[in-house]
């Protein structure tokens, strides 16, 4: 995003300078950058003339009281500056570097340098102006007031030829804000930078702070600097607002059983952390999440501080993870670097570039602790702190590892710097160590956003990748590994056990029942015997009854008489005649 540009601004183009400084430089006023040696005052005015005369088509005139003007031509071509195509009809160097002869021979002052550099502005057509090393100045001038006299001339030239000028000067002591002479310019100047230069546990590093700056909202906190190979790159630590995009998509962590203690897996943009001792298995971790997010073809940068990517490849071939076609596709680029090489602050600014290069979606650090280490913990965290609010803007998945000294539990409260705090997600890898061995455990401390388990889990590595697998916990205990499996081959003997006899059971009723069905089946064969018998004899006796009532009637017709049927009662006699 770009930064918007008052009227009043100067437009320095140095990366991080105009956002700090709401805009850029004073226009046509004059800035004082004052700092030790070896801070980069040259370089960082130098480029603000530069990028002024590339970029925003701003002629600018450099005045060297100090160094051969040729010097600072040929030093400046490491940075990939052309200068003497600039040369040609942009930028001017004017060589005003004084000896004690000249300086001796007789009274000195600007008015005659100032008229010469007045005619080459109108003829250039100058909007900037640079005047290096004045202190080289002051210190021929041995009076105070011939040095304040000077001062005021330039400062008044400055002023009335309507140029941006930028002043640099050397500090005389350790706070150079304490120094009468360098008060003196601070007074006069619109806009004040201090350059420091100091080792931080050992490892160099410069920062950026502004002391003054009138009419203007600048921030005035101190800010690292760093010198790279396309000049001074000035970082904020984190963006003022906490606002950025959220995604509620989901990518995998490359482990299954991982996901689902997720609930799915990371959030696409947010910051992972993997904490544990030496040896739990963070970087192979961080290795399936790269293999994952290159499967998914997503360019990823895989950041290490440990090892060189040969043998970051070789020692994850041994437990199922292939990075090395990755590597051949391109979807993967391996950075190795040494962590005290450089401070942490060019270590991430390299990183950024990296991702920017290389299209990076997904990033990993192995381990983030490396950095943490280089510096004190506060500039620690804030240079973090300013990383991940960039990987936020950026909408890059980041998982991070951090090493804790030290195999107790005390240590899951407590990471490097407090990055902890930081990040989205924070998974812990820590061992347990029971019956003489070592076992990995991992647990989810947080993530924000996303319900997960809350349990622990056994970490197992195996020549297919890490998984994860239920802990056994008996009598309040935690067992893992080996006494975990002979308890589970307890339980196993004892279900197989068990099933065993509720089998023999199982036949022992079976065959009851069986014998039961054949006992009822053949008291069903009785029975319908039984009915079919008591069927007969119904039959027989009703068969009798007919044959009797047939014998009768037949006797009746044998007699001559009437046969009454059966049942009809004797025979009624004919009336007699009268």
């Not at 040929?74 to 003497?84: E, T, Y």
């Not at 090393?133 to 304040?148: M, S």
């Not at 601070?186 to 920062?207: E, G, I, M």
């Not at 544990?276 to 073809?297: N, Q």
């Amino acid at each position: 995003m770009g930064v918007k540009v008052a009227p009043d601004r100067l437009q320095t183009f140095v990366p991080g300078l105009d956002a700090l400084t709401d805009g850029g430089l004073p226009r046509g006023r004059t800035t004082l950058i004052v700092g030790g040696p070896g801070c980069g005052k040259t370089i960082l005015a130098l480029q603000v003339l530069v990028e002024g005369a590339r970029r925003a088509r701003e002629p600018g005139i450099f005045v060297a009281f100090e160094e051969r003007a040729r010097e600072i031509v040929k030093d400046a071509g490491a940075f990939g500056w052309d200068l003497p195509r600039l040369q040609k009809d942009r930028l001017f160097f004017l060589d005003a570097h004084l000896d004690s002869s000249t300086v001796h021979g007789g009274a000195f002052d600007l008015a005659g340098l100032l008229a010469g550099l007045s005619a080459k502005a109108r003829q250039l057509g100058a909007r900037r102006i640079v005047f290096d090393g004045i202190d080289k100045l002051l210190a021929h001038l041995d009076d105070p007031a011939a040095e304040r006299l000077e001062l005021l001339r330039l400062h008044q030239w400055l002023y009335e030829s309507g140029l941006s000028g930028i002043i640099t000067a050397k500090a005389e002591q350790v706070d150079p804000r304490r120094s009468p002479r360098y008060g003196f310019l601070q007074y006069l100047a619109d806009c004040v930078v201090l350059l420091q230069h100091r080792l931080v546990d050992t490892v160099a590093s410069r920062h950026f702070q502004i002391l003054k700056y009138r009419g203007a909202n600048a921030s005035c906190n101190e800010f690292p600097m760093v010198l790279s190979d396309r000049g001074i790159e000035i970082a904020r630590y984190a963006a003022d607002s906490l606002d950025h995009e959220v995604s509620t998509e989901r990518i995998s962590s490359g482990v299954p059983d991982l996901d689902a203690m997720l609930g799915g897996g990371y959030f696409r943009g947010a910051s992972v952390l993997i904490s544990g001792a030496p040896g739990t298995a963070k970087s192979t971790l961080a290795a399936e999440f790269a293999d994952a997010a290159c499967r998914r073809r997503e360019n990823t940068l895989f950041v290490s501080f440990d090892e060189g990517s040969a043998q970051i490849v070789r020692n994850l071939h041994s437990v199922g993870v292939r990075l090395d076609r990755h590597l051949k596709s391109g979807r993967l680029h391996i950075h190795s670097t040494n962590a005290r090489a450089r401070t942490a602050e060019e270590h991430l600014l390299q990183i950024r570039s990296l991702v920017e290069s290389h299209h990076s979606r997904c990033l990993v650090i192995d381990p983030l602790s490396a950095l943490t280490g280089t510096v004190g913990g506060l500039e620690a965290r804030s240079n973090l702190e300013r990383f991940i609010a960039l990987e936020r803007n950026l909408n890059i998945t980041t998982l991070a590892t951090s090493l804790l000294e030290g195999f107790s539990e005390a240590h899951e409260t407590a990471t490097s710097a407090g990055v902890s705090t930081l990040v989205d997600t924070w998974i812990h890898l820590s061992y347990v160590i029971q019956g003489g061995e070592r076992n990995r455990a991992l647990t989810i401390v947080k993530s924000r956003g996303m319900g997960h388990s809350n349990q622990v889990r056994e970490l197992l590595l195996t020549d297919r990748g890490p998984s994860l697998s239920d802990v056994y916990t008996a009598g309040g205990a935690v067992l893992m590994g080996t006494l975990r499996w002979e308890r589970e081959e307890q339980e196993r003997a004892a279900r197989l056990q068990e099933g065993r006899a509720f089998e023999e059971r199982q036949r022992v009723t079976g065959d009851s029942v069986a014998d039961l069905s054949s006992r009822m089946e053949a008291l069903r064969r009785e029975r319908d015997e039984r009915e079919r018998d008591l069927k007969r004899m119904r039959q027989a006796r009703t068969g009798d009854i007919g044959t009797g009532a047939t014998r009768l009637g037949e006797i009746g017709r044998m007699r001559r008489g009437r046969a009454n049927p059966p049942g009809s009662g004797p025979a009624k006699r004919p009336p007699r005649k009268p």
